[in-house]
């Protein structure tokens, strides 16, 4: 059974940097698509940043492009999202997440994803 273990969350300021992490198990996962979500309150969950494991291709939404990175550890079953340039509107709940049908795209919709992440706040101060 996959499991998702998220860490790295936490409190910081405008323009500062953050790495989360999403330590997976449970799975084969060089062959599915990791992706990072984030769900502010009263708002939905909206998608962040996607890798397919196997190529490391990448798909990041417009609003963190350039400021964000996901990237994989193989040897670790980790992902990472490094978060530089830090806004209060990143302010958020974090969730990490893993699309176990996905072939060759990275989705950006929550529904494809399978399994979750706990999730972990990060809160970005003006």
């Known amino acids: 059974q996959v499991q998702l273990v998220e860490s790295g969350g936490g409190l910081v300021q405008a323009g500062d940097s953050l790495r989360l992490s999403c330590a997976a198990s449970g799975g084969t996962f060089s062959r599915y698509v990791m992706g990072w979500f984030r769900q502010a309150p009263g708002k939905e969950r909206e998608f962040v940043a996607g890798?397919?494991?196997?190529?490391?291709?990448?798909y990041y939404a417009d609003s963190v492009k350039g400021r964000f990175t996901i990237s994989r550890d193989s040897a670790k079953n980790t992902v990472y999202l490094q978060m530089n340039s830090l806004k209060p509107e990143d302010t958020a709940v974090y969730y990490c997440a893993v699309d176990l049908t996905a072939i060759f795209v990275v989705r950006n919709t929550s529904n494809a994803y399978d399994s979750w992440g706990q999730g972990g706040q990060v809160t970005v101060s003006s």
């Open positions: 890798i397919r494991w196997s190529s490391g291709l990448t």
